[in-house]
């Protein structure tokens, strides 16, 4: 994931951040309804606000100009989120999408994006989940039919930095 957020940030392209929702004490207890994934982040803290699992890994911090959306509390980046806003505005209609978890989180934002009408390339290996049979159903069978592609790092990677060299090649 650092690597691609690396060459990301090189080709100065927008780096936009769609987090899961940190938990604060009191955030689920007056809910009527909760999801299970909900009920299971109020009853294991997940991502705890101030606490190693809710903060950002050193090299995945959020540099000056980059676009942190409102958190999502579910699973799409986009739902009860201010995302596409922020994209809209900033004229983005192609998005990378790396993370956290394939077949919840990233299958849910990348389902919503294609929705949205935006073009979506997936990371295949700069995305993680808790089994083989999770990411190979979320990544072989659900995602295809979301995103316009599904490549890895490196083929990432040699993408950016090819378009980079044809725009500084046309631009002298």
Avoid at 28 to 41: D, G, H, L, N
Avoid at 109 to 132: I, K, P, Q, W
Wanted: glycine share 6%; with cysteine; aromatic share 10%.
């Amino acid at each position: 994931m650092l690597q691609v957020l690396n060459a990301v940030r090189k080709a100065k392209l927008r780096v936009f951040y769609a987090l899961h929702h940190r938990y604060r004490p009191g955030d689920y207890e007056t809910w009527k309804y909760i999801a299970p994934v909900q009920k299971a982040a109020w009853v294991r803290r997940t991502f705890e606000y101030g606490t190693w699992g809710g903060e950002l890994r050193p090299g995945f911090e959020p540099q000056p100009g980059e676009i942190v959306a409102t958190e999502h509390w579910c699973s799409s980046g986009f739902a009860n989120t201010d995302l596409d806003l922020q994209l809209k505005r900033h004229g983005i209609h192609q998005l990378i999408v790396m993370g956290l978890i394939a077949h919840t989180c990233i299958e849910a934002t990348v389902r919503f994006a294609a929705e949205l009408g935006y073009d979506v390339t997936m990371v295949r290996d700069a995305t993680a989940d808790y089994s083989d049979e999770a990411m190979h159903a979320a990544l072989n069978v659900n995602l295809p039919n979301y995103a316009s592609a599904i490549v890895t790092t490196q083929e990432l990677v040699d993408l950016i930095s090819s378009a980079q060299t044809e725009t500084s090649a046309q631009s002298q």
